[in-house]
């Protein structure tokens, strides 16, 4: 999303505008990374949410951009993540109808 910075730009001849990731749907910029990578996945024929299942070793923000996209395009999800990973992500992760298969930390 981008935003102009009209009234801070003051006497500046040129458009100035910002992009402001944190009003992206999961608050990231991991969202078009994960927007990109399936879309561009799907484009090739390489994916289909009838007959793929996505798998992704995560920890982070990419994790959940991944996870809203496969939610919103109809595909299984699952993912490994460290013992470590907090609850609050291992909440959203599953809010949004992944699988999580928990791993030890060493």
């Known amino acids: 999303p981008m935003v102009?910075?009209?009234r801070v730009t003051g006497d500046c001849k040129?458009?100035?505008?910002?992009?402001?990731?944190?009003?992206?749907?999961?608050?990231?910029?991991k969202d078009r990374i994960g927007l990109s990578m399936i879309m561009e996945a799907e484009a090739r024929g390489d994916i289909h949410p009838s007959r793929t299942t996505l798998v992704e070793?995560?920890?982070?923000?990419?994790?959940?951009?991944l996870a809203m996209i496969a939610c919103a395009r109809g595909?299984?999800?699952?993912?490994?993540?460290p013992e470590s990973m907090s609850l609050e992500r291992r909440v959203i992760l599953r809010a949004l109808g992944s699988e999580l298969v928990i791993t030890p930390k060493e």
Do not use: D, Q, W
């Open 57 to 65: 070793a995560t920890s982070g923000n990419t994790g959940i951009g």
């Open 4 to 6: 102009f910075l009209n």
């Open 14 to 29: 040129a458009r100035i505008a910002a992009k402001v990731e944190g009003i992206n749907p999961g608050c990231s910029v």
């Open 75 to 81: 595909y299984k999800m699952i993912f490994t993540i």
